[in-house]
């Protein structure tokens, strides 16, 4: 039987798995309802032989609900143990061993643990237990936003004894050669480039009977062929970026990946809510076949109300076959976590933001008169404080060339269904946050505190609200209860002070906060920002963090600038 139609109170309730043909029929049905709460049919006691017969022409339990179906009740067995050693740099955590004994095991797979959980540090580990295995893993392509390539190649570096490296047009001819001689066993590139390294030509796919240009189809990409085949295995880091099939990200990398024994896909926004966002990214790793091809799995998954239908089911089956997720609220993962984690993405300014820093760095006279169109007593005058002015113009150009990259980060952390406390200082680089993101309300000091409290009760209670836009000065202290909702900070500019800087952390680490908290600094690549970075971390090693005279700190903070643009 395919379900059932059984009398609760004055209807039948009928339930069964998501067929057309069914729905079709069930439709026809007098006033019948559907609840979308358990994703059933409602028709009144009345048409009682109605029912029936439908029950029998579409094989349906009549008069008592059929348990058949739910005879696994779709429980997610649990992970592997870990059997082997790995030579790693540092030990994994439990729940980190059995996500790596699952991915080795299965080798083409999703890593689909929560923000946080180490999906980096458990993918580079796999790749490592595969060639200490046997099993063909180097050389190991990865595929990853632009914003944390630096971050990839540092985290392989601190994983395991081997060497990556972020492929650039210098190394299109000479990238073999580093393998060959030991300098890289990872290749570390980003989407936008996957085009200029894999793919040689694209043929004209023409026009359709209607006279419309069509899209090129994966069959009109041709390869490089000696570059894909260089590599043995591949990582595609925050890998919903290829869910729709049509774009040529998503051609490129089922292209790439044709044919590969180890595939991994990273994300942390949950799957199967969306089950239509998975098809482009089985496809890529070759196992759509084994959740029922591509007929079936629209039918009978992305059917139904807003395209979803046996999620439960579906649940079970990537399960079985190629993901994991662990959250970070699972008792045997909060556990093992610590209460607060910190991360640096490294940043490449954008052109028009490196060219102006550079201006401004090595000329201040010319870059004011340039870019600032200053009067000469204005300029006189910033050069009385050249140090200071210089500092603060820096910082600014610093925190625009790095939107881009901070902008990813975000938009990652809000589809992976997660809210985001971001702290930013100057008014175009808030307003830009807050244009990217409409769904988000900022507290700064423009906002009296009637205006304060009610973005921050909207930020708590509003589902519709993803981003709350804060500054050091009004957000860093005195802000309570966003701890409630959010685990995840981002510093898009920062200040001097680590107790400073540890505030407006606790916006979210602190009493009430149950969870890992994660915060993330943006800094510019060879920019003002590494240094500041660098002195907020040594503040930090103070007992106490800032325990002397705020003026003193600011003085030794401007003789440490002033050496610092001496050198």
């Given at each position: 039987m395919n379900g059932s139609a059984v009398p609760v109170g004055n209807y039948f309730k009928i339930e069964f798995p998501y067929k057309p043909k069914i729905v079709e029929a069930v439709k026809q049905l007098p006033e019948r309802k559907f609840d979308h709460n358990d994703k059933s049919w409602m028709v009144p006691s009345q048409y009682r032989d109605e029912v029936e017969r439908f029950c029998k022409v579409h094989k349906l339990q009549?008069?008592?609900?059929?348990?058949?179906?739910?005879?696994?009740?779709?429980?997610?067995?649990?992970?592997?143990?870990l059997t082997i050693q790995i030579p790693l740099k540092r030990e994994p955590r439990p729940y980190q061993?059995?996500?790596?004994?699952?991915?080795?095991?299965?080798?083409?797979?999703?890593?689909?643990?929560?923000?946080?959980?180490?999906?980096?540090?458990?993918?580079?580990?796999?790749?490592?237990?595969?060639?200490?295995?046997?099993?063909?893993?180097?050389?190991?392509?990865?595929?990853?936003?632009?914003?944390?390539?630096?971050?990839?190649?540092?985290?392989?570096?601190?994983?395991?004894h081997r060497k990556a490296v972020v492929l650039s047009d210098g190394m299109k001819h000479t990238y073999q050669e580093f393998y060959r001689t030991g300098l890289a066993q990872f290749y570390i590139v980003n989407y936008e480039s996957l085009k200029k390294y894999f793919?040689?030509?694209?043929?004209?796919?023409?026009?359709?009977?209607?006279?419309?240009?069509?899209?090129?189809t994966l069959k009109n990409y041709h390869f490089k062929k000696k570059a894909v085949d260089f590599y043995k295995s591949i990582i595609f880091d925050e890998s919903h970026r290829l869910k729709a099939v049509s774009t040529m990200a998503s051609k490129i990398a089922?292209?790439?990946?044709?044919?590969?024994?180890?595939?991994?896909?990273?994300?942390?926004?949950?799957?199967?809510?969306?089950?239509?966002?998975?098809?482009?990214?089985?496809?890529?790793?070759?196992?759509?076949?084994?959740?029922?091809?591509?007929?079936?799995?629209?039918?009978?998954?992305?059917?139904?109300?807003?395209?979803?239908?046996?999620?439960?089911?579906?649940?079970?089956?990537?399960?079985?076959?190629?993901?994991?997720?662990?959250?970070?609220?699972?008792?045997?993962?909060?556990?093992?976590?610590?209460?607060?984690?910190?991360?640096?993405?490294?940043?490449?300014?954008?052109?028009?933001?490196?060219?102006?820093?550079?201006?401004?760095?090595?000329d201040l006279e010319a870059y004011m008169k340039n870019y600032k169109n200053a009067s000469e007593d204005k300029i006189q005058q910033s050069m009385k404080g050249e140090v200071m002015v210089r500092i603060g113009?820096?910082?600014?150009?610093?925190?625009?060339?790095?939107?881009?990259?901070?902008?990813?980060?975000?938009?990652?952390?809000?589809?992976?269904?997660?809210?985001?406390?971001?702290?930013?200082?100057?008014?175009?680089?808030?307003?830009?946050?807050?244009?990217?993101?409409?769904?988000?309300?900022?507290l700064t000091g423009a906002e009296n505190a009637t205006q304060k409290q009610a973005s921050v009760?909207?930020?708590?209670?509003?589902?519709?609200?993803?981003?709350?836009v804060l500054n050091l000065k009004a957000g860093g202290v005195g802000v309570d209860g966003l701890q409630t909702v959010a685990t995840q900070i981002c510093f898009i500019e920062f200040g001097w002070h680590a107790a400073i800087m540890d505030q407006a952390e606790?916006?979210?680490?602190?009493?009430?906060?149950?969870?890992?908290v994660m915060c993330t600094y943006f800094l510019g690549r060879d920019t003002i920002?590494?240094?500041?970075?660098?002195?907020?971390?040594?503040k930090r090693s103070i007992a106490n963090a800032v325990t002397g005279n705020e003026d003193l700190t600011e003085v030794s903070i401007i003789d440490s600038f002033a050496n610092l643009f001496n050198q």
């Open positions: 009549f008069g008592h609900k059929v348990v058949q179906e739910e005879k696994t009740d779709f429980i997610i067995p649990a992970l592997p143990e061993n059995t996500g790596i004994a699952y991915a080795i095991d299965k080798q083409r797979t999703f890593f689909g643990d929560d923000m946080g959980l180490g999906k980096t540090f458990q993918a580079i580990a796999s790749i490592e237990a595969l060639h200490q295995l046997g099993k063909a893993s180097y050389p190991c392509l990865i595929v990853c936003p632009s914003a944390v390539k630096e971050n990839w190649k540092r985290e392989i570096e601190n994983t395991v793919v040689d030509h694209i043929t004209d796919p023409g026009f359709d009977k209607d006279g419309k240009k069509k899209k090129p089922k292209g790439v990946s044709a044919g590969k024994e180890t595939v991994f896909l990273l994300t942390g926004t949950p799957l199967i809510n969306k089950p239509n966002d998975l098809i482009a990214q089985l496809g890529i790793m070759n196992r759509l076949v084994e959740i029922g091809g591509y007929k079936h799995f629209v039918e009978y998954y992305c059917g139904g109300p807003n395209g979803a239908s046996n999620l439960k089911e579906l649940n079970y089956k990537l399960n079985k076959v190629c993901f994991f997720r662990r959250n970070k609220t699972d008792e045997e993962v909060k556990k093992y976590l610590p209460d607060k984690s910190r991360q640096v993405i490294l940043c490449d300014l954008n052109k028009e933001s490196r060219k102006e820093y550079d201006h401004a760095m090595n113009i820096l910082k600014n150009i610093s925190a625009r060339g790095k939107l881009k990259d901070a902008f990813e980060f975000i938009k990652d952390v809000i589809d992976a269904g997660q809210k985001i406390v971001v702290f930013a200082s100057l008014k175009e680089v808030i307003a830009a946050v807050q244009e990217k993101f409409p769904r988000s309300v900022r009760d909207a930020f708590k209670t509003n589902p519709n609200v993803d981003v709350i606790d916006r979210l680490y602190r009493m009430g906060q149950n969870n890992n920002d590494e240094w500041n970075y660098d002195l907020i971390q040594k």
